[in-house]
């Protein structure tokens, strides 16, 4: 999160991560704590080899201070990841936003919440789920979780989900129903 910013404006540059195995791969847009980055190259490095100019690049002083940040087992490799500020909106944001729905569009979100259901290991969760946020908006996630049965991890994992088709919407605290998620709720026949 500290380089949200520098990296926003274009101060950083370079990111180095210590993985077993690669998790990023050049061309590709991630989701992250620092903002949507897009990713422009990325290598295996030796720490040793780390330049102070990458250093700086990466938002620290010299090459002890990035390898100083590094976390994970230290036998795992080190890779350089090339990064920029995703330029635009996040989709997801805009697709929230959009409260004007078709009877094509509240057929597909439900297509799309009966494959999540199905896929389910606990059940149907997505209509339950919704209705919770909409009844309980700005409620901590643990809260919401323990409310249903769940533990707090696999319930953010599901709420993320939603937001991906645009539904909910984080907070500081907790979720609350997007524009989006009302008008679907206020449209759909699906039960729950």
């Known amino acids: 999160m500290r380089y949200r910013e520098p990296i926003e404006r274009g101060e950083v540059t370079v990111i180095f991560r210590r993985w077993r195995r690669c998790q990023v791969v050049a061309g590709h847009t991630y989701r992250t704590a620092a903002g949507r980055l897009d990713v422009l190259s990325v290598r295996e490095v030796d720490p040793a080899r780390i330049t102070k100019a990458d250093a700086r690049r990466a938002g620290e002083a010299d090459p002890d201070g990035v390898r100083a940040g590094l976390r994970g087992d230290p ?4 890779y350089r990841i090339e990064v920029r500020a995703t330029p635009g909106p996040d989709p ?18 439900d297509r799309r919440l009966d494959r999540l259901d199905r896929a389910s ?29 769940r533990e707090r991890d696999p319930f953010k994992l599901d709420v993320r989900k939603l937001k991906n088709l645009g539904l909910t919407e984080s907070l500081a605290v907790g979720y ?4 989006r998620g ?3 709720l206020d449209r759909t026949s699906r039960p729950g």
């Open 75 to 78: 036998s795992f490799p080190i």
């Open 92 to 109: 997801r944001t805009v697709l929230a936003a959009g409260a004007e729905l078709t009877d094509d569009d509240v057929a597909e979100i």
């Open 121 to 149: 290991a606990i059940g149907p969760w997505t209509a339950t789920t919704l209705r919770l946020i909409e009844a309980r908006p700005a409620t901590l996630a643990a809260d919401l979780a323990t409310s249903v049965g």
């Open 176 to 179: 609350r129903l997007s524009p």
């Open 182 to 184: 009302r008008a679907w």
